[in-house]
T-cell receptor
Framework: AQSVTQLGSHVSVSEGALVLLRCNYS??????LFWYVQYPNQGLQLLLK??????LVKGINGFEAEFKKSETSFHLTKPSAHMSDAAEYFCAVSDGSARQLTFGSGTQLTVLP | DGGITQSPKYLFRKEGQNVTLSCEQN?????MYWYRQDPGQGLRLIYYSQIVNDFQKGDIAEGYSVSREKKESFPLTVTSAQKNPTAFYLC??????????????FGSGTRLTVV
């Protein structure tokens, strides 16, 4: 069984500052890892995913994440926050074969002017 | 463009009523899912279906029912047995493609309010 822990249910950063959203996972098999973003009253949109290959994954809107097997982590980063990045972010894990994702509890990102 | 359509976007239910939320996808995905979202509680799985005419309960299935008569459709009925149905409901779909696993595609959600 898989599980996901997102550290920090609320994160605030100033506009232009580094964004770091933390995600740790537990999986008994090589994981597939995902980050989704949700804007108010909308569905979730895929930001990026790691399945195999390069451990540094680039996504949309300037976000990237690095898969670190030794740390069982998949933290999401963006060098410079923009006001439009304010949203809720969800990390998710799957073992691939199950075709079912396990989601973290989400991190609400606030960007301060 | 392919995607998932949820309707209606807003729905109001009176006490004791059953209501049905629609979810339709034209992505040719095999699996479909229903999630409930409450403030500060993340996503909770209600039901999921891997193939037509088959579905399984998720973590919070009580008070809900589903059907999967067609590959592209997975409607959710919120019954009168669901005592606290006010929430945001999300439908998703997924498939295992030739390039591997792509995760979920989500609809835009239905906000259900009890009046």
């Amino acid at each position: 069984a898989q599980s996901v822990t997102q550290l920090g249910s609320h994160v605030s950063v100033s506009e232009g500052a580094l964004v770091l959203l933390r995600c740790n996972y537990s999986s008994s098999v090589p994981p597939y890892l995902f980050w989704y973003v949700q804007y108010p009253n909308q569905g979730l949109q895929l930001l990026l995913k790691y399945t195999t290959g390069a451990t540094l994954v680039k996504g949309i809107n300037g976000f990237e994440a690095e898969f670190k097997k030794s740390e069982t982590s998949f933290h999401l980063t963006k060098p410079s926050a923009h006001m439009s990045d304010a949203a809720e972010y969800f990390c998710a894990v799957s073992d691939g074969s199950a075709r079912q994702l396990t989601f973290g509890s989400g991190t609400q990102l606030t960007v301060l002017p | 463009d392919g995607g998932i359509t949820q309707s209606p976007k807003y729905l109001f239910r009176k006490e004791g009523q059953n209501v049905t939320l629609s979810c339709e996808q034209n992505l040719n995905h095999d699996a479909m899912y229903w999630y409930r979202q409450d403030p500060g509680q993340g996503l909770r799985l209600i039901y999921y279906s891997q193939i037509v005419n088959d579905f399984q309960k998720g973590d919070i299935a009580e008070g809900y029912s589903v059907s999967r008569e067609k590959k592209e459709s997975f409607p959710l009925t919120v019954t009168s047995a669901q005592k606290n149905p006010t929430a945001f409901y999300l439908c998703a779909s997924s498939t295992m493609g030739t390039g591997g696993y792509y995760g979920y595609t989500f609809g835009s959600g239905t906000r259900l309010t009890v009046v």
